[in-house]
């Protein structure tokens, strides 16, 4: 186990190196400039090219990439060129909202999801299957930047339950979650299906019940634990999803997250909060897929070998 982990993490150190060499090019050929957004379009010319020189940015690319690489071996991301506050400091202050939303639509939708696939492959081609299976479709189908303004208009203006907008405590990610976990919900329902239908008409599955064991235990102690599988994998890749699909829901619902200041940095050309933010998502993707591998080996022991 110990020697898939260091494997799995020397694997990572590259992955991310390559994700921060395309964002750091795609940055910088995007069209814009960041000196001309903080000074205006009736800037003094001679002012540009004097904060341009201060903020480096009037070296080669190369150089440029040099010596940010430099700056994040010590754990330096630079500092912001809107406010000039150190990168570090911006993202690590959002992030644990971003994260806090993904990892609780996740719960979400596996909490429900699950459940009702097995209930939907165990009874399937009925009518609670069809029935199960529309919800599903419809789940897959709504955009989240279409449901979050419509749970908005329901249970906060015409209900009053929940507020409109903003963060101030738990009660106000009941429906940033279910917006951003629906589209999940429905993804993982149809997965779970999908699977624990593979695994119900395989031979093993024949031959426990030509045993006598019981339909609960076939089902919890052979399909489910086979099954599980793909549907974790779906569940680890997805999580990363969840992490970049939350920038629609955070401006739907204006969570100070990490997404609306990922917005707000590209539009105002903020390379280093653009950059540390992206490199934050990326080691907790890599990071969720590490996890997903040992519960791979909780769930099946012989994938280990």
Known sequence: MARILINRFLFAVPTVIGVLIVVFLLLRLTPGDPVEQMLG??????????????????????????????????????????????????????????????????????????????FSAVRHY?????????????????????????????????????????????????????????????????????????VYR??????????GLSRRTVLYRHILRNALIPVVTVAGLQLGALLSGAVITERVFALPGLGDTIISAVKSRDYPVVQGAIILISITYVIVNIITDIIYTLIDPRIEL
């Open 202 to 211: 395989m031979d093993f599955v024949t031959t426990a019940y030509a045993k």
């Open 126 to 198: 009925s009518f609670m299957d069809n029935f199960v299976m529309v919800f599903g479709l419809l789940g897959v189908s709504i955009p989240n930047f279409w449901l979050g303004p419509m749970l908005i208009l329901l249970f906060s203006v015409q209900l009053g339950i929940f507020n409109v907008s903003g963060f101030n405590n738990w009660y106000d990610l009941v429906l940033p979650v279910i917006t951003l976990g629906t589209a999940m919900w429905a993804f993982l329902l149809r997965q779970t299906r999908s699977s624990v239908l593979d």
């Open 41 to 118: 379009q009736f800037a003094n010319p001679a002012d540009i090219v004097r904060i341009r020189n201060q903020l480096g940015l009037d070296k080669p690319l190369l150089t440029q990439f040099i010596e940010y690489m430099q700056g994040i071996l010590r754990l330096d991301f630079g500092r912001s060129l809107k406010n000039n506050e150190p990168v570090k400091d911006i993202i690590f202050r959002v992030y644990p909202l971003t994260l806090l939303l993904s990892v609780l639509s996740m719960i979400f939708a596996l909490t429900f999801s699950i459940p009702m696939g097995i």
